[in-house]
């Protein structure tokens, strides 16, 4: 198939609609859509691409099994291709993600076949029917061209494999004049890939709608891997990643558009809904040869949308945006992550405990950044163990951050418990926390707030919180922020705060005093615990990075702490299995993240003791 | 390879060991394999067959991520083949299941692989090492050979896909004359997979090691399905199952041996340990060619540790054990799930709320059944709005299972918290659950009992619990068992003590009366909920078979409780994410084998409903 135009450098204007989806909400995104398709088209773009699974919302989880979902995302892209053309945008190429049902598109791939003599009624059995994971052109009306993920991620958060059949077709539409190749997501993290399929048959642009969960410093991945595949694709790359929160996860946007030659053309902002829009001039003569047909893994189909090129126009530049520095952004993805986990679940408001200690004072600094401060609720639950500066530091916090706050002493309940059965110890330091947990959800089922837990990754790890008392709440917005990061984010916050000449949210005596659970008199968290950097420094390797004895010692961790602390982090198990979701920032988040069992005999020592203890 | 017996019909003894092996517990499962190998050699066995993964247990889920527990499993393999010959065993050809931690053993396939250029040291990253679910026969103190797993289950509880790379060899051993092919599991639900390889390739006996968990009626798929596999591999089979509780799972056993034709030569008990020994009698000349190399998708290697035949023997019959009726199978299932979690993770004791109710009857009846009455206490919580038969039910039922029984009256805690705050309506039918919560945890943290919590499936699914109340515990038994089998189980349990001249274990009261869960004046769950013969069925079709509304109807439900059901179910999830886990007994049980999202916008409607919506 040879072009029509004359190999002279052809434009296109196109825009990457870097907005927060709702899961499941497929009325409600195909209206996102039809408004920033508008945008698109206001900003004169000839084409705007979408996140993964505009649709249905990323991750959709199970609902992916549900027939009638499946079927109504069919439905909607439909209706969406018709909605668009008459809302006067049918001129407007649109690529939305959606989840496709294509009844008897190819077989399973044996290793999803559970049974072909499995005939009870149920849809966990992949081979009724082929869900997919799915992007599709939109244009004057049509669903124009569908593509199906090629590569399914099945690690960390991702279950891909439990879901979706993987597609063995890349489709290249020709829109102005421009070979349009579509792929999604992970398919742009694997060398020879569909990227290197469109390299070999040879496009000029090749769009990626993505759902690519926000960590740490994986900013700093993404810009290299774009470059890389756009290399090998022999193409200008559209990566557009969406934004908001979902449960355990937040996706930062972060989306951007390089050349073929690897140059940034544009970058979004992080943590906000973005049209970025961008002018390319692509030189269809640097791609020697366009195939179809069978190429390498894949089948490449080949359509024409429109031959002629857009007239020649004055190209606008585009912004390049910086990504934010490490604290900054931690922050704005703990803020979002509580954000919409409370608006997208329609929670008029947040209830939470204050001890006058770091967690709960940044807890409730996160929740006003996030709802405002006429949103927030804090409670000061002081008992008999409670230090004086526990309550002043509590109100501190709350009058720093113009919320609402009361005082609801525990002793009443606490001694009605002790006077009805004997607790001592651990059981007694637990019912005061349970005491408060109780009051909290009273107040949560009373007023209607969800209430917020405030354990942090350290403590979550080493299940240093109480069943049902500090651990309880619909959420826990510092899950996976571990203390050190805890006191980190509280300096930034407020040096962020003093720099733009605001008060500063959080006492610094929060910050300055030494954590105490405070269950017990003169109770501090070093008297049970390893210091705050030594047990992070632990828990960063056997946590995040799953290794074992031998690798720990060799990485210089103090062989008395890393059993002490790994003892702990196992015995937790239970705990943290009944815990409240939080927003993943880590390499590896407690959660979908991190499957251990409950009941496990595995515990970690030297090769050589346990070569020894098993000839025994 | 020709076999240089003369064709004649040839014997084999073999024993299935039916064994409960522990996850993560390498040692201990080694010892377990050397004393069921020893009375396999002392019922004059040449093979025994284990279940899979005996030596980690199976599903070590994560475990299989670290590589330090990776490679204690390669060498717990050799060491064991080391010990067994030392132990006097090294003539008996002994089968087992482990975790292979094979370094570049061939690329991972393709949509495992997350990135090429993803250097983060993570060993989420599949690509690093290659683990894979394996069996190997050992020999004569060497590990003779070692098979892969092919077929990688990654649906409902599994997620094979995240963990192993899958197998492309098919070993087969000939042993005293006899070829011997080793599949796992899955392999064998999946036709023209392993199964159909050695049908081709020629062989005499396939061995079939499993960890395939207990589902209500699963036990009638299986043989059916292994007469399947025996026709196309035109050999007999092997079958064994693990027994046993893992966390969420049971797993039955039920192990088997099925003739080439078909025929059922011997079959297991559920849920006990046992070894099930059969003397097979093979007839080589039916088997009409055997090959090595490149056989349809697998490569099959031949290797030869005998040649030469047992000499003839007296064959010994084999029992055949019928599979037990539907409440027996599902009882037995349940007292073995609770049994191993309490044993397994080292709890001396259980303890849970009596509230004269058949939920809480039925748990202690299954308490007492799996560890004693000695070692299950029971406490009466009555409020305020306790009938009096709550209380003399719950006594009567403690006093015929001879367990411990105390009673704690709520009243002076909630009357505590109820002067701090102001809670009305479901705030303060919550708070008296939250104090029987409280009270309860305090005395497992005192006494070191663990807290079963007493919620079953119709209640978990409508959401109709406290969370941190009624709901809180460490597991909760009944979780996955609808209310109707609740009351079917209680009737079935006391007929079959009458049966056996024993005291009824549940108060016939408990069984007959309105259930309620007596939080304010009068109330009645009927209130509240429809029918629960009606609430089960919708939760069946809904929960278990994922149906849409469309598919809901068709099937004969009311539509008004169809509504309110999914409005229920679909509200619940939040709570569920933080329950106990609880043994899984149904096609779909709340847990790992079903993952929706909390933050979650899709409500079934009729589709005509929906699209209108969708495009005003």
């Not at 290399?231 to 355990?248: H, K, M, P, S, T």
């Not at 030659?261 to 269809?284: I, K, N």
């Not at 005093?513 to 070093?526: F, T, V």
Request: hydrophobic share 40%; charged share 25%.
């Amino acid at each position: 198939m040879e072009r029509v135009s004359d190999q002279q450098p052809v434009q296109l204007r196109v825009s990457l609609a870097q907005v927060d989806t709702r899961v499941g909400d497929l009325a409600g995104n195909c209206e996102l859509v039809v408004r920033w398709a508008a945008k698109a088209a206001e900003a004169g773009a000839h084409l705007v691409v979408f996140p993964e699974m505009t649709l249905t919302g990323y991750p959709p989880e199970d609902l992916v099994l549900r027939e009638s979902f499946a079927r109504a995302s069919e439905q909607a892209l439909v209706d969406l291709a018709e909605r668009l053309a008459a809302e006067g945008l049918g001129d407007l190429a649109v690529v939305v993600g959606y989840l496709a049902h294509t009844q008897g598109a190819g077989p399973a791939p044996v290793d999803r076949t559970p049974s072909d003599d499995d005939d009870r009624p149920s849809d966990a059995n992949p081979r009724r029917g082929a869900p997919r994971n799915a992007a599709a052109l939109l244009h004057g009306g049509d669903v124009v061209v569908r593509y199906y993920k090629r590569h399914l991620p099945n690690y960390g958060v991702f279950d891909e494999a439990r879901y979706f059949v993987p597609g063995t077709e890349l489709p290249v539409v020709r829109l102005h004049g421009v070979d349009v190749a579509l792929t999604v997501c992970e398919d742009l993290w694997v060398e020879g890939g569909p990227c290197g399929v469109a390299g070999q048959a040879g496009v000029d642009l090749v769009v990626s709608p993505n759902a690519s969960p926000y960590e740490r410093a994986k900013d700093d991945l993404r810009l290299p891997l774009v470059q890389r595949r756009a290399a090998e694709a022999r193409a200008a790359i559209l990566y557009c990643n969406q934004v908001g929160g979902q449960d355990e996860l937040v996706f930062d946007g972060d989306s951007m558009a390089v050349s073929p030659t690897g140059e940034l053309l544009a970058r979004a902002p992080q943590f906000v809904e973005h049209l970025l829009t961008v002018d390319l001039t692509l030189d269809p003569s640097s791609v020697p040869e366009r195939r179809e047909g069978r190429v390498g893994p894949m089948t490449v189909t080949r359509s024409v949308l429109s031959e002629e090129p857009v007239p020649a126009y004055a190209a606008q530049p585009a912004p390049v945006v910086e990504p934010l520095s490490d604290c900054e952004e931690v922050w704005r993805a703990l803020v979002l992550g509580l954000r919409d986990f409370i608006d997208k679940n329609g929670m008029p408001s947040v209830v939470l405990g204050m001890s006058g200690g770091i967690d709960s004072a940044l807890v409730a600094a996160l929740a006003v950044d996030a709802l405002g401060a006429d949103r927030v609720h804090g409670v000061g639950l002081p008992s008999k163990w409670s230090s004086e500066h526990s309550l002043s530091d509590a109100e501190d916090s709350a009058k720093r951050l113009g919320m609402h706050y009361s005082v609801v002493p525990i002793a009443p309940m606490v001694d009605a418990y002790e006077s009805s059965v004997e607790l001592s110890g651990v059981a007694a330091e637990n019912l005061q926390a349970r005491v408060r947990g109780t009051l909290l959800m009273g107040l949560s089922n009373q007023h209607g707030h969800l209430l917020l837990a405030t354990s942090n990754k350290s403590e979550v790890a080493v299940g240093y919180s109480t069943l049902y008392g500090d651990a309880a709440g619909g959420f826990a917005p510092i899950k996976d922020v571990p203390k050190t990061l805890v006191w980190d984010l509280a300096r930034w916050r407020n040096a962020h705060a003093r720099e733009r000449g605001e008060t500063e949210p959080i006492p610094v005596n929060s910050i300055e005093k030494p954590p105490s659970a405070e269950l017990a008199p003169g109770q501090q968290d070093s008297d049970s615990l390893p210091s705050y950097d030594e047990l992070d420094a632990v828990i960063a390797d056997y946590v995040d990075r799953d290794l074992g004895m031998a690798q720990l010692l060799e990485r210089g961790h103090d062989a008395e702490v890393v059993a002490r602390v790994l003892r702990l982090v196992d015995a937790a198990e239970f705990k943290r299995r009944q815990s409240a979701p939080g927003t993943k920032i880590s390499l590896k988040a407690f959660g979908r993240d991190r499957r251990l069992p409950i009941t496990n005999r595995w515990r970690e020592t030297l090769p050589t003791v346990r070569e020894g203890a098993a000839q025994s």
